[in-house]
């Protein structure tokens, strides 16, 4: 397993941009001093240490913390890629469903308010503890991103997200 110490010698990282960095030459295609990593479809940032694929932020708690961390790491901006410091926080997997942006496929691009065919109004509605929540039906997208963000807020804290966007 991968501790902190032998993290630090092969790598450095900047918690203030996220950015990891190769301390030693780990090929011969990279030298010491270039940017390690790189994005994967999923849009998180993953490189190969020892011989190992790495997600980084992981790697960036283990490095700052000399800790694996326990559980999930979040990203409290959306943005997978930004694995400053500040940005990465320990959650559980509700606080991470909560934090998550609504589906790329979503004709609302706002998590939360759909369009209801039958009754031809905008329905809001949130995810809890596994139990689908009816919040209403609303005349305008609007008023229905409104009540899902007030919902959101009340059930999730910090942890909400209402828009799409990372």
Not at 123 to 130: K, P, T, Y
Request: with cysteine; proline share 1%.
């Amino acid at each position: 397993m991968l501790t902190a110490e032998r993290l630090r010698e092969v790598l450095r990282y900047d918690a203030a941009t996220g950015v990891f960095r190769w301390h030693i030459k780990p090929c011969h295609q990279m030298n010491a001093g270039d940017v390690a990593g790189a994005k994967h479809c999923a849009g998180y940032v993953q490189m190969r240490v020892l011989g190992r694929v790495y997600l980084a932020h992981r790697l960036a708690w283990l490095y700052v913390t000399n800790q694996w961390p326990e559980g999930l790491i979040d990203h409290a901006n959306g943005d997978r890629s930004d694995n400053r410091f500040s940005n990465l926080r320990l959650v559980t997997r509700s606080q991470n469903a909560a934090n998550a942006s609504c589906h790329r496929d979503s004709a609302s691009k706002i998590k939360g308010v759909y369009w209801s065919r039958q009754r031809h109004r905008w329905r809001a509605e949130i995810c809890v503890s596994g139990r689908r929540i009816h919040i209403g039906l609303y005349d305008s997208k609007d008023a229905a991103a409104a009540a899902y963000s007030a919902a959101a807020t009340q059930h999730f804290g910090e942890y909400a997200r209402s828009s799409c966007s990372s």
